[in-house]
């Protein structure tokens, strides 16, 4: 199957593609697609702004398309950053910005516990559209430690590790990341379509 994975981020794509690689998915992004629009995401939900991607972006291009939706809700926060993770801070996005306004929104709040949050929708150009959804659950730290991943990583512990996010090895992320739970589901779920086509 060629698929779409509607992101220009090559740290997601190469998660998205490292988790896909057992099936047979030959799997491309928006960095050779440089004309397709860029989709205006202001669903409320993380599952309207992947349904509003995946639709677009398979109209557009012709190729079944997988978009995704994801961001960390504090539960002490109320759920946010939630939809506006990537731009927590403001425009334009900026990953030490958004880790910054955490910290000083938490500030010394005992209630850390926190869960990354994904929303994957499977879009078929012909128009049909399937969403399946993961979660990774954990703590926030009071500072970030880590240099590896991007955005909220270096200050996110997964339940049942020492490490963050921007800590731990490739292999190891991609086995328990909210991502790679919504993939799992989306393989076993779809797997019909993904052989089909």
Request: glycine share 8%.
């Amino acid at each position: 199957m060629r698929l779409l994975i509607a992101t220009r981020n090559r740290h997601k794509f190469d998660e998205i593609r490292a988790i896909l690689a057992p099936y047979n998915v030959h799997a491309t992004d928006l960095r050779e697609y440089p004309e397709a629009p860029e989709v205006v995401e202001d669903g409320a939900t993380f599952e309207a702004n992947a349904i509003l991607k995946a639709v677009a972006l398979a109209r557009v291009t012709g190729l079944w398309t997988l978009a995704d939706d994801s961001g960390l809700e504090v539960d002490a926060l109320d759920g946010d950053p939630g939809v506006r993770s990537a731009r927590y801070a403001g425009e334009p996005t900026d990953d030490g910005a958004n880790n910054r306004k955490l910290l000083e929104t938490l500030g010394a709040r005992p209630d850390r516990r926190a869960r990354f949050r994904c929303v994957l929708a499977l879009a078929d150009p012909a128009g049909p559209v399937r969403t399946v959804s993961g979660a990774c659950p954990g703590v926030i730290l009071q500072a970030p430690r880590g240099l590896h991943g991007f955005g909220y990583d270096p200050l996110f512990v997964p339940d049942g590790f020492a490490l963050t996010f921007a800590e731990l090895d490739a292999a190891t992320k991609n086995r328990i990341s909210h991502r790679a739970v919504a993939l799992k589901r989306a393989v076993s779920e779809w797997r019909e379509v993904l052989e089909l086509h």
